[in-house]
């Protein structure tokens, strides 16, 4: 972490238990992490890791059970949700039904005491913003869930938050609207150059839209770092599986084909087809899932299955075919942990 | 092509249904016109509004009226802030007996007026507890409180909890989201649960006979009328104005519900 840029958010070994005192589910468990002001901070994981939890212990809807959090290097666990610099974007959206698209834009600034001109000025503000100009009259219910999510964002926006928090924003929106609203704030987020805090179950959407990613399992932080390093570096297993992007190696699997007698990962662009017998390992063609711009190529080695992603302009093998499997030397990464 | 009238027969059943519950209202309204007053006589020998001024000029119509409304209004009062604060409760939150509490509520309604009277008639005995106007609004505030729960209960499940949240987290506080997104989204279910209620407390018998002292109310005083033969076309024209009085709150309140059903969504 680079120490000379401000921290928005910090945690300090934060544990948030649920249930009974003598049996706790462990929601969060020992999380220690700083997000840098200004940056895009994505927390990724399966449901119920935990990373919902980090955000709602932020926006200040769940008390650490130990540990702290500062934003803006405050303690705040005695601030309320209402008096904290944050503001979030929910994931069902959480539109007020009798508000109109502008009142609910301008519920922030009317909860401030901002009189009706002012805060309506800067509801259209926000709106033409998030590109929905004109839809100030009209109730959420006559909105379609792209605008409706628009409309949360705006509702955020709208109060000059320094951290913003998203929680699934773009979970419910169809493929196409989610590629597009995710450009649409990334470019939000450089622009007005406030911090995001995002979270998903998405490493797709993870790893094209943050800065850094933090990987959640069980509550736990298991890899923290740039896109980069969470896919060509898992640290972990789980991370290498989670992020799907790469082979995960046995010990005696790695061994074999010539590397280290650890748990390892390998990119499935690293691998590439040969005759049998010609690479670091032999066995036959198990799939093929043809993926337009590659085809993902599952070999059954005796040590386990390798996935080899082939670029469509190189021929591809038959189904059943014996092939042999080749990558460099330092496409193997280390991981760490035996099981 | 499928016809969407119902076949004759069933159309004439309905009819006569409908006739059968409220033809007799109508025989009400005669009788509060006829020139016979010692007896029911059909059909009624004349015409008159005489008995329209001489109700207006009986002292023991307006104490009874009088007495009605202010037990009807303090009961809807008491039910509407109890019963609001029930169905929060309930919808809300998570606690410890929160399914015996629901029972409990509802329960005043499912049990016999009769039971709720003798029971409470008890209770004010052993409390020494004078008979009062107070009594009478105790004693109704138990079925009142029922029709706004039942009512309300329904709104607040539909609130959804993020919605109370981002309320908070725009900045407002306990107060100002109760005021600004809670209110709204209930208020039409307030309306209508309270009507319904001041409409049940209008017209109540049963409980009040158990829990009034010297006092009676407008039902009660036109049961004692009954029984006396003189001025009967009297006990007719103040039951028109129940009917009246009673029916436009429910219409009223049926037609604000009615359209209720696709509010306080989460907006999904």
Known sequence: MPLATPLAVEFDNVTRHFGPAGAPVRAVDGVSVGITEGCFFAMLGPSGSGKTTCLRLISGFERPTSGHIRIFGQNSEAIPPNRRPVNT???????????????????????????????????????????????????????????????????????????????????????????????????????????????????????????????????????????????????????????????????????RAGGPARWTSLRGEAVALTAPGAGRITGTVRSLRYMGAVTRVTVATPGGDLTATVPAALPLPAQGATVGLHWPADALHEMEGGA | MRSDRAPLGLRIAAFAGLAFLHLPILLIFVYAFTTEDKSYQWPPPGFTTHWLGVTWNRPDVWEALSLSLRVAAISTCIALILGTLAAAAVSRAAFWGREAVTLLVILPIALPGIITGIALRSAFNLGEIPFSTLTIVLGHATFCIVVVYNNT??????????????????????????????????????????????????????VTTFTAGQQATLPIWMLEELVRPRQRPVTNVVAMVVVIVTALPILAAYYLTRGGTDTAGSGK
């Open chain 2, 153 to 206: 209960v329904a709104r607040f499940r539909r609130i959804s909890g993020s919605m109370l949240e981002a309320s908070a987290d725009l900045g407002a506080n306990g107060f100002q989201t109760f005021a600004h997104v809670v209110l709204p989204n209930i208020a039409t279910a307030l309306l209508a649960g309270g009507m319904l209620a001041f409409a049940l407390s209008f017209d109540e018998v049963i």
């Open chain 1, 89 to 255: 974007v929910f994931q069902d959206y959480a539109l007020f039904p009798h508000l109109t698209v502008r009142d609910n834009v301008a519920y922030g600034p009317r909860m401030a005491g901002v009189d009706r001109r002012t805060r309506h000025a800067a509801a259209e503000e926000m709106l033409a913003l998030v590109k929905l100009s004109g839809y100030g009259d009209r109730k959420p219910a006559a909105l379609s869930g792209g605008q409706r999510q628009r409309v949360a964002l705006a509702r955020a926006l709208v109060n000059r938050p320094r951290v913003l928090l998203l929680d699934e924003p773009l979970g419910a929106l169809d493929l196409k609207l989610r590629e597009a609203m995710q450009e649409e704030l990334k470019s939000l987020q450089q622009s007005l150059g406030i911090t995001f805090v995002f979270v998903t179950h998405d490493q797709g959407e993870a790893l094209s839209m943050a800065d850094r990613v933090a990987v959640f399992n069980d509550g736990k932080i298991v890899q923290e770092g740039t896109p980069q390093d969470i896919y060509e570096r898992p640290r972990t297993r789980f991370v290498a599986d989670f992020v799907g992007s790469a082979n995960v190696l046995s010990p005696e699997l790695s061994a």
